[in-house]
C-alpha cells in the first residue's frame, strides 16, 4: 500500500489549489463523456457512467457541467473522441509506473510522457511490462478519528473487505473491484468520513527508494499528474517518511 498512500496523500496536498482542481473537473468531465459514449447516457443502466458521475459530485463539480459531458459522449452535443490508452515505464530507483490517458491525439500525448520519463531518470516500457506488478481493487480511505477502529473493521469486513490497513490519519480498505459500491455504502452507514472512493490499481509488492532518487521521483509523478491527457497514476514506490520530510 505505501506507494500509492504516500503518493495520495501528496497529491491530495496538491489538490487544495485551483489550479489542480481544474485539472480534477477536466479529468471527470473526459470520464464521464467516455462513460456516457461507451455504455449510454443512462446513469441507472451505465455502471461506469453512474460511478464518474458520483465522484463528480464529491468533488462539488456543477450539475450543468455533467449534463453537458453526458451529451457530448451520447452525440447530442459536439466534442472530441477521446481514446484511452495505458502507459507503463519505469521512475528513478526503478519503481513501476502505470498511467491511464483519455487523448485526442496519442502521438502528442506519447511524446509529452517519453519527453518526462527521459528527463528524470525513467524509462518508458512496453505494454504489460510493469502491469502484472499490480492488482485491480476498489480502494476506499476514510478518517480514523471519526470512529473507532473495531468500528471501521467490522463494517469494512462485514462486505467482504479484503485488506483493511491503518495508514495513521486514515485507514484504508481493500476490496474487489465489483465491491466498491458496497463497501462505500458500509462507510456510509457507520458514518464515517469517506476521503476517497475508487477502483485503482495496488501494487503487489513496493520498491524502497533511497534520498538519491526521491527528489526526481516526486517530480516526475507530479509532471505526469499535471499532464492534460492524464487520467490516473500508480507506482509501487515506498519513500521513508524521514526522506519525504526532508524533500518537502
Known amino acids: 500500500m505505501s506507494g500509492h498512500s504516500k503518493w495520495a496523500t501528496i497529491r491530495r496536498k496538491k489538490e487544495k489549489t485551483d489550479a489542480a482542481r481544474g485539472r480534477i473537473f477536466s479529468r471527470l468531465i473526459k470520464e464521464i463523456s467516455v462513460a456516457a459514449r461507451m455504455g449510454g447516457g443512462d446513469v441507472d443502466g451505465n455502471p461506469r457512467l453512474r460511478s464518474a458521475v458520483a465522484v463528480a459530485k464529491a468533488a462539488n463539480m456543477p450539475q450543468d457541467n455533467m449534463v453537458r459531458a453526458i451529451k457530448k459522449g451520447t452525440g447530442e452535443l459536439p ?19 502505470m498511467i491511464d490517458t483519455m487523448t485526442d491525439n496519442k502521438n502528442r500525448t506519447f511524446g509529452e510522457i517519453r519527453h518526462m520519463f527521459s528527463k528524470h531518470g525513467g524509462n518508458l516500457a512496453d505494454t504489460n511490462a510493469v502491469a502484472y506488478l499490480f492488482d485491480r481493487k476498489t480502494l476506499i480511505e476514510v478518517e480514523s478519528m471519526d470512529k473507532t477502529e473495531d468500528e471501521i473493521f467490522e463494517a469494512a469486513l462485514e462486505f467482504d473487505a479484503e485488506d483493511i490497513t491503518d495508514e495513521g490519519d486514515t485507514y484504508s480498505i481493500v476490496g474487489e473491484p465489483n465491491d466498491l459500491e458496497s463497501l462505500k455504502s458500509a462507510m456510509e452507514s457507520i458514518e464515517v468520513k469517506i476521503i ?17 532518487h526521491a527528489k526526481n521521483l516526486l517530480r516526475l509523478m507530479e509532471l505526469i499528474e499535471e499532464n492534460d491527457d492524464v487520467q490516473k497514476v500508480y507506482s509501487n514506490f515506498d519513500i521513508a517518511p524521514e526522506i519525504l520530510e526532508k524533500i518537502e
Open 196 to 212: 476517497s472512493a475508487e477502483v485503482t490499481m495496488i501494487p503487489k509488492v513496493n520498491v524502497e527508494i533511497d534520498e538519491k
Open 79 to 97: 466534442g472530441a473522441i477521446y481514446e484511452e490508452i495505458t502507459y507503463e515505464g519505469y521512475g528513478p530507483g526503478g519503481c513501476a509506473i
